[in-house]
């Protein structure tokens, strides 16, 4: 299964969630860490990504040949993390083919309604259990 995961600004997210995938998964998933920036892409290449890329032009080729994306809900949001997220990869995101795993985590003017309240690493959990369970599957690209 190939995985990715869109981060910004630090990278806190994106490699907190490698951490765990790596954790649960070993070395049998390969792991794309594609950040909005050199600093969130080289975060996430030190929590155990196979593969990393930055910038728009990154995101847009490889959302289309990824099995499942995994990040925030802001990558679904044009210029979130500050302007990092441009609208073209918010719908290359969007319009991708892959699961989307997201955190209701956001900075933007943007409220799930009827989503509980966790902390982050009992979210990223809820992930990798989704993955475990069979949730996402690979699909032929």
Do not use: C, W
Request: net charge neutral.
């Amino acid at each position: 299964m190939k995985i990715a995961v869109v981060d910004g600004q630090g990278g806190g997210i994106g490699s907190a969630i490698i951490k765990k995938l790596r954790k649960a998964f070993g070395e049998e998933t390969e792991i794309y860490a594609l950040g909005t920036n050199s600093i969130a892409t080289s975060r996430m290449m030190k929590a155990g990504a196979n593969r990393g890329a930055t910038g728009e032009g990154a995101i847009i080729h490889t959302s289309s040949k990824i099995d499942l994306i995994m990040g925030s809900i802001s990558i679904l949001v044009a210029h979130s993390m500050l302007g990092e997220l441009t609208p073209k990869m918010a719908e290359a995101i969007s319009i991708s083919p892959a699961k989307k795993l997201l955190i209701p985590l956001t900075q933007e003017n943007v409220e799930v309604i009827g989503v509980s309240d966790q902390p982050l690493p009992h979210l990223i959990d809820e992930m990798i259990e989704r993955i475990k369970i069979g949730e996402v599957k690979h699909r032929d690209v």
